[in-house]
């Protein structure tokens, strides 16, 4: 599923803490939610009406409030919602009643993995669902668009279902001299099809009406109702007409010189297909896999460092060392395989082999022969080497865009670790491949915590109510050996193998120093830092050591902001108190990130002393058009500045959502819309 739905779960539990245990589980697990809970009928046709859930999670202790019901309200509401029923240990009984009842599926809680997998299964199965209605609806709207333009077409365009006519346009009509379609009613198209080419268009028909690998274009002389013939192309098309399915035929009496269609499918630059040709190529292979084909596979090369390069040879030299660099590939391929340019430098391979191993020494093979080779450029001679990341292509992922998407990122995971690497992408093998990607990333992390490889940013939090100083965000990269990596790709491997204090320790020291020249320059500034959680756990070490540094750099009290989001304070609620108080008798300030995602957040602020609440960016997305969220964020505003807190808006892309935010009550914004993320500097 992607990583940045929100999943609307409406929850039956008699304890809001159960409910909230099952949403910390998903966030932790990468799933934003959006929660509503009821025990009673009432209040699940509220929550209903107002939350839209996706799905119901339902726990059958729930007194008085049978599972049928449920269901019954489920219906009622013409809605598709899927239910789960959440339990406290499965057996053969349970899980039968509960199906039997109308359950689409059955969690355990005692199986955090299991539940957890059930609730993705059952949203992504949602999804496509939805998708489903949406391609079909599209479908009948493109269907009647079509139905209106076939008459007026100029090609002659006929329906056939099992060989015989079930529609014609007028053009068609007139190119075999028919006077009405009812002279082609129940006529089989073979009757319009020349002696010598009647017996290869049959098996043609045959083929293909038997999803059979084919070819959709065919070279014959078609036959008048006068009994002449003329040179034409048949062109064939899977279809439907009146919800059956048939084939359209388009008969064209233009002959294209063959070489001149060649031409027009190739990168003038580099000699191989262009990108709208590989495209075709990679939609035929998806297709093929789809029907159970295997053997095929999806690779995107790239020469490395392409930039530097491009800057030492000059622009004007840059088309031959590309060119070049597309030969070397090409003289790699195989008959059945195929190449094309499918960006400013990125070639993609549709590789056809008989195994994986195959796949690996084809790879290795093609990186040997470019890092071995000279590239000679007039006066100019350079040597390069490429990055390779692919995706095994079968029936799983059997999907142009996943199929992309997965070649795409394995590529940029090959040139994160330095280059001249290459990454397969490949479900069956995919732990092995997580660990060995794991290695290189830790070996990365510790370079950079020994050699001070890591790099902030910040981006400014402007205040809408004219607070003084300026606020600002620290945001962590890493200088990879191919740039700058972001921290979805190293911290959670830093999580893994106990580094995220570690790393922690570095920001606050790089924070304190940078928040200490600006004061020398009298810039007073704030600064938001985000805190892991394995800091909690070594808060004896930690605290001393952040009032050591405090000291020494005579910042005023509350100039650093420590900040953890709702979820990991919920799991871990008593270090992460006496943390927040310790650090606040050093003067500090803290703020709740994600803050209103959860069933009661304000219920956390009777344990936790946070200065600042950073609204949960699900909010955001798309705000002047979700007045439900308008509605709550006003709410949230109400009740922070009741209890003397501060309202951040993060995530925030566009005016009308500033104007609105203002309009809520809510104290700082944040967003690219606003400012881009800036390198800091520490000496200013």
Known sequence: MKTDSVIKILFIENSVEDAEQIITLLRNSGVAVRPARATNPDQIHAALEELGPDLVLFNPSVNGLPLRSVVQQIDASARDIALLA????????????????????????????????????????????????????????????????????????AYVHEGMHVRANRSYLDTFGYADYDDLLGLPVLDLIGPADADNFKALLRALSRGEKAEYRMELHARRADGSTFPATAEFAHATFEGETCLQIVFRRQQVDPALVEQLQRDAVTGLFNRARTLEFIENAVSAASEGRKGQSLLLIEPDNWSQIVNGIGLGKTDELLAAFAHRVSMQLGQEDVAGLLAEHTIGVILHTDNDEAIREWISGLQQTISREIFDLGTQSITLTASIGG????????????????????????????????????????????????????????QALTQNEFMLYHQQTISLQDAEGDYSELLLRMNGPQGEVSPGFFMPIAEKYGLNAE????????????????????????????????????????????????????????????????????????????????????????????????????????????????????????????????????????????????????????????SLLFACGVDFVQGNFLQEPQPLLINI
């Not at 992504?124 to 008459?151: P, T």
């Not at 304190?512 to 985000?530: E, M, Q, S």
């Not at 609620?573 to 003067?587: H, S, Y």
């Not at 960016?617 to 003397?644: G, V, W, Y």
Request: charged fraction near 25%; charge should be neutral; include cysteine.
């Open 86 to 157: 959440c339990v406290s240990k499965i057996d053969d009984q349970i899980v039968a009643e509960m199906f039997q009842d109308g359950a689409q599926g059955v969690g355990s809680r005692a199986q955090p993995k299991q539940l957890v997998t059930v609730i993705k299964r059952e949203f992504e199965s949602l999804h496509m669902r939805r998708q489903v209605r949406r391609l079909e609806s599209a479908l009948r709207e493109s269907e009647r668009r079509c139905d209106a333009l076939l008459d007026s077409s100029n090609d002659p365009i």
């Open 503 to 658: 790393i922690d320790r570095w920001v606050l020291n790089q924070a304190i120093n940078a928040l200490k020249a600006r004061d020398r320059a009298g810039v007073p500034t704030t600064f938001f830092v985000k805190l892991t959680s394995e800091s909690l756990q070594q808060q004896a070490t930690l605290l001393p050591w952040l009032d050591k540094t405090l000291k020494n750099a005579s910042l005023r009290r509350g100039r650093l902001v420590l900040e953890m989001t709702e979820s990991k304070v919920v799991t871990m609620l008593r270090p992460a108190q006496e943390f927040i108080n310790a650090w606040k008798n050093l003067g500090g300030q803290f703020a709740l990130e994600q803050f209103g995602s959860g069933l009661n957040s304000f219920q956390l602020l009777n344990h936790i002393d946070a200065d600042y609440l950073k609204i949960d960016r699900s909010f955001m997305a798309d705000l002047p058009q979700h007045p439900e969220n308008q509605k709550k964020i006003t709410e949230i505003c109400q009740q922070a500045h009741e209890m003397k807190r501060m309202a951040v808006a993060e995530w925030v892309e566009d005016a009308a959502s500033t």
């Open 391 to 446: 995706s095994l292509l079968g029936e799983r992922n059997a999907n142009t865009d996943m199929l992309l998407n997965q070649s795409s990122q394995a590529l940029r995971s090959a040139q994160g670790q330095g280059g001249n690497r290459n990454e397969l992408h490949d479900p069956a093998a995919r732990e092995k491949a997580d660990a060995e990607r794991e290695r290189n990333w830790l070996g990365l992390l510790r």
